[in-house]
C-alpha cells in the first residue's frame, strides 16, 4: 500500500499505510493499518482498519488485534495477544485484554482492576 516496505523474507503482506515489514515468513499488517511495523519473525500479524503505530518486534505467531489497539509494542517470544491500547507483552503465550497493561511472563493474562 502507500508508502509500506517489506524488506527481505517469504510471503510477507503489508496492506496498511505507511507500515514496514523487515524480515521473516507470512507476516502481515492488516489493510488500512496505519504506521505498523513488524520487525521479522514468523507469522506475526497486526490486524485491524484501526490499528494505529503498534509494532511486533520478532517472533512467532504474535498478534495485535484492533479496534482500539493503538500504540502497543510486542517485544517478541511466542503466541502473545493484545487488544488493549498503550500496551506491552514479550514472553510465551501471554494475553492482554485491557489498556496500558504490560505482561512479561509465560502464560498470564491481564485481569480488571
Given at each position: 500500500m502507500w508508502y509500506s516496505f517489506i524488506g527481505n523474507g517469504i510471503c510477507n503482506q503489508?496492506?496498511?499505510?505507511?507500515?514496514?515489514?523487515?524480515a521473516?515468513?507470512?507476516?502481515?499488517?492488516a489493510?488500512?493499518?496505519?504506521?505498523?511495523?513488524?520487525?521479522?519473525?514468523?507469522g506475526n500479524v497486526i490486524y485491524g482498519s484501526s490499528s494505529y503505530a503498534s509494532s511486533i518486534i520478532n517472533g512467532n505467531n504474535n498478534r495485535i488485534y484492533a479496534s482500539a489497539s493503538k500504540h502497543s509494542l510486542i517485544?517478541?517470544?511466542f503466541s502473545n495477544k493484545i487488544t488493549g491500547k498503550y500496551s506491552m507483552?514479550?514472553?510465551?503465550?501471554?494475553?492482554i485484554?485491557?489498556?496500558?497493561?504490560?505482561?512479561?511472563?509465560?502464560?498470564a493474562t491481564t485481569t480488571a482492576s
Open positions: 503489508v496492506l496498511g499505510y505507511h507500515s514496514f515489514i523487515g521473516g515468513v507470512s507476516n502481515q499488517t489493510a488500512g493499518a496505519k504506521y505498523v511495523f513488524v520487525g521479522t519473525g514468523i517485544l517478541g517470544g507483552a514479550f514472553g510465551k503465550n501471554n494475553t485484554t485491557h489498556d496500558y497493561s504490560i505482561l512479561i511472563g509465560i502464560g
